[in-house]
Nanobody, 123 residues
Framework: EVQLVESGGGLVQPGGSLRLSCAAS????????MSWVRQAPGKGREWVST????????TYTDSAKGRFTISRDNAKNTVYLQMNRLKPEDTAVYHC????????????????WGQGTQVTVSS
């Protein structure tokens, strides 16, 4: 059974930072790209970032470029999202997701998602 468990969310002031983690189990982690997607209140799910199987390449939505960094540790079956210079519009539930493959030019597809962790950016 595929399981994805996120942690690290919370309340942060604008301009602050958070590091999200996602522990994966139930599949061969280093065979899959991994993604982060988010859902803000009253809005649809939005792709944020994807990292390829080795961790050597990543893609980001435009609003995340230069502020967010995705990484992974294949020895720990864990993917991370370092978020800096956070803005109120980053407020959302952030979900870790498994991607069957990595797309170099845009959002990668996802097939399993975790329950998510709440990120609230507010003064």
């Amino acid at each position: 059974e595929v399981q994805l468990v996120e942690s690290g969310g919370g309340l942060v002031q604008p301009g602050g930072s958070l590091r999200l983690s996602c522990a994966a189990s139930g599949f061969t982690f280093n065979k899959y790209a991994m993604s982060w997607v988010r859902q803000a209140p009253g809005k649809g799910r939005e792709w944020v970032s994807t990292i390829n199987t080795s961790g050597g390449s990543a893609t980001y939505t435009d609003s995340a470029k230069g502020r967010f960094t995705i990484s992974r540790d294949n020895a720990k079956n864990t993917v991370y999202l370092q978020m800096n210079r956070l803005k109120p519009e980053d407020t959302a539930v952030y979900h870790c997701a498994r991607s069957p493959y990595w797309v170099a030019t845009g959002p990668s597809p996802t097939d399993y998602w975790g329950q998510g962790t709440q990120v609230t950016v507010s003064s």
